[in-house]
């Protein structure tokens, strides 16, 4: 039913694309010779191949972020200029393009699934430039490829310099930090390591007693991969070449063509508009956190204090310990649990299986509704050295009928960096894993749940980027809520449920410094699209992210901090122009979240109802239009403010 994931033999997966790559050109050129074209004969069979494709590349990407290794990156880096150029080809091949606009006329037989498809592939053959003059269609593909390279060297040297850093401290150094931080850090001799890896790292800045040793740590992450400010230089030249070969005026604007957005003034309006209701009250919050850390001595903070005074204020306010919590939040107990609410709230089973894995960390299960096993998740937790950094759903398999009538059901990962178990201590999570957790689970159910029959629209494919975080961000609502907490947060020792008055303090606490996060992201965002508007050098990028400091941010950081040169996610992740899409989606899952928390959250009706026009239709239809179908009208601003504790 489900193929075997191998993650060893990495050469044998590079000749296989390549082969992959060679037959399909071969087909292409086969199925072009129907007559007359329909979707059925050459459509069909075009997206199963194409999807053969991607699979085989997932494995290797895959295998690349999650057990990273000089083999790997040597054949990653030989592999993707050449997937960029057999895309870039394909994408401009006018006899295709020409077949899909002959369907789109000629075919009466189409279904709604299938003119999405078509919709999508003619749009997207126009941006890979398929009605340019040859000389240009060069110029486009050799910019793809030198930019699939870039971005390939810019998220290598981000994960180099994170594995390169060390910071030896002394019992001193940790004197009063949480005992479940200091497990995973203590070496052998008896002192103390910690690095730059997220949980490693995130320890010592929230709990670090030692300003001077928190300085250095911070700096070292803020400065990380200093030669990736010369490649983003590039990466934007690259892109404002692309754009104007298009016919459009910016990046920012070429981006926007495939996303449910308009215009880059439309997003940037939208943010501002969030950034006028949420910067005043994160003024208040800073302040509240300079007096109270001048009641503790200090007179100025940094960004380097930050965290570690809003974890004192916080305890001080809401008598919130994030370590208190941790026995109570088991990686295994936690998994399960959410499992269990899933399956109370959508009807899905979730079956472990032994099958072989990449790692022994590594869990794998099948989805079930109704009795019948509907797809795969794999879930990969726990951090490890030759691992990427951060949290991400990828999708390996879709749900489609291929061209036979046979079906491939979908199978899905979910990978985190939550601290790893050892053979005395289980991995115990924070609040914040949860939710991560919960994030990356709705990204995998929107995928795992697709009933669309057409590949290159099921699940999150073919989802407009700015509403694919809509799932994720709003099943992560449900990780606070009183309810749902009951059913995991169980102590990993006595196994009592965590106590009720536990859960009021966390609720309470969940919203604190809200208004600093969200300009936080705001500031993201707003320097995302300004900089593909613009497409500055590596001084220009910097003064950019300073203006933009000055408009929205709270706490301006040091000088040296160089935030853009570890920025995956627009600079080697897919979020170029594309970063406030979080906040856009976030609006849609605050007004989603809200219809449930009104009905008592269990309203299984409302379930089913979310999971058949959202999450069953994938990217089969405008994002916009499902969520209006879920919800009945268009999403207000003021379930966003709600969500985050600002008033309206």
């Known amino acids: 039913m489900f193929p075997e994931f191998k993650s060893d033999n990495l050469s044998e997966k590079e000749k296989s694309i390549e082969s992959k790559m060679e037959s399909n050109k071969k087909e292409v050129d086969s199925l072009l010779k129907n007559s007359p074209l329909s979707f059925a004969n050459f459509l069909k069979p075009y997206q199963t191949i194409h999807t053969e494709l991607s699979d085989l590349s997932t494995e290797l990407s895959h295998i690349h972020s999650v057990k990273n290794s000089e083999e790997s990156q040597a054949i990653y880096t030989r592999v993707i200029p050449k997937l960029t150029e057999y895309y870039t080809d394909l994408g401009q091949n006018e006899s295709v393009y020409n077949a899909f606009l002959e369907i789109q006329k000629s075919d009466t037989t189409l279904t709604k699934e299938q003119k999405k498809v078509l919709d999508n592939e003619i749009r997207d053959f126009s941006l890979s430039g398929v009605g340019l003059a040859q000389d240009k269609k060069d110029k486009l593909k050799d910019l793809r490829i030198r930019h699939s390279e870039l971005t390939n060297q810019f998220s290598q040297n981000v994960l180099n310099a994170t594995n390169s850093f060390e910071m030896i401290l002394s019992e001193d150094d940790v004197k009063g930090m949480p005992e479940g931080e200091l497990v995973t850090a203590k070496t052998e001799d008896g002192k103390y390591k910690f690095t730059l890896q997220f949980p490693s790292y995130i320890a010592y800045m929230t709990y670090g007693p030692n300003r001077a040793k928190r300085k250095e740590l911070y700096k070292a992450y803020s400065t990380r991969a200093p030669e990736n400010g010369k490649i983003l230089e590039e990466i934007l030249k690259i892109k404002k070449e692309e754009a104007s070969l298009l016919d459009f ?31 005043p009250i994160a003024e208040k919050e800073l302040k509240t956190l300079k007096d109270f850390a001048k009641k503790l001595g200090q007179e100025e903070i940094e960004s380097a204090d930050l965290m570690f005074y809003s974890e004192q204020l916080k305890k001080e306010t809401f008598d919130y310990e994030e370590e208190k919590y941790r026995p109570y939040l088991e990686k295994e107990s936690v998994t399960k649990g959410t499992f269990q609410f899933l399956e109370s709230l959508l009807g899905i089973q979730f079956k472990e299986v032994q099958t072989p894995v990449w790692h022994p960390s590594v869990f794998c299960y099948d989805l079930v509704i109704d009795k019948e096993v509907r797809s ?73 749940l697709s009933r669309v029959e057409e590949a290159f629209v099921s699940g999150v494919n073919g989802v407009e980027w700015d509403a694919v975080e809509f799932p994720s961000q709003f099943l992560e609502n449900f990780a606070y809520e009183p309810k749902v907490l009951t059913l995991f947060a169980k102590h990993y020792q006595t196994g009592e449920t965590i106590p009720q008055s536990f859960i009021d303090v966390m609720v309470n606490a969940k919203n604190f410094q809200s208004a600093m996060g969200v300009v936080r992201q705001l500031e993201f965002a707003i320097f995302d699209m300004l900089i593909h508007l613009e497409s500055p050098n590596e001084e220009g990028v910097q003064k950019i992210l300073e203006q933009v400091r000055d408009e929205v941010s ?70 916009m239009v499902l969520f209006r179908d879920f919800y009945g009208k268009d999403p207000e601003i003021e379930a966003l403010l709600r969500l985050n504790g600002i008033a309206a």
């Open 554 to 623: 709270v706490i301006k950081p040091p000088a040296y901090n160089r935030f853009q040169n570890s920025f995956s996610h627009i600079f080697a992740g897919g979020y170029a122009a594309g970063y406030y899409s979080y906040k856009w989606a976030e609006l849609l899952s605050a007004n989603a979240y809200f219809s449930f928390v009104d009905k008592g959250v269990f309203d299984l009706e409302l379930a089913e109802h979310f999971r058949k026009t959202v999450l069953e239709k994938g990217g089969s239809e405008n994002a």
């Open 249 to 279: 005026k910016n990046y920012s604007e070429l981006s926007l063509a495939t996303k449910v957005a308009d215009t880059p003034e439309q997003v940037l309006g939208f943010l501002r508009n969030l950034s006028a209701k949420a910067k």
């Open 376 to 448: 795969r998740l794999y879930l990969d937790l726990e951090a490890r050295k030759d691992k990427k950094g951060g949290a991400w759903m990828n999708n390996w398999k879709a749900h489609f009928i291929d061209e036979k009538g046979k079906e491939t059901l979908p199978i899905a990962f979910v990978i985190g960096n939550f601290p790893a178990a050892t053979k005395d201590h289980p991995s115990l999570l924070k609040p914040n894993d949860v939710v991560t957790l919960f994030h990356e689970l709705g990204h995998a159910l929107h995928h795992l």
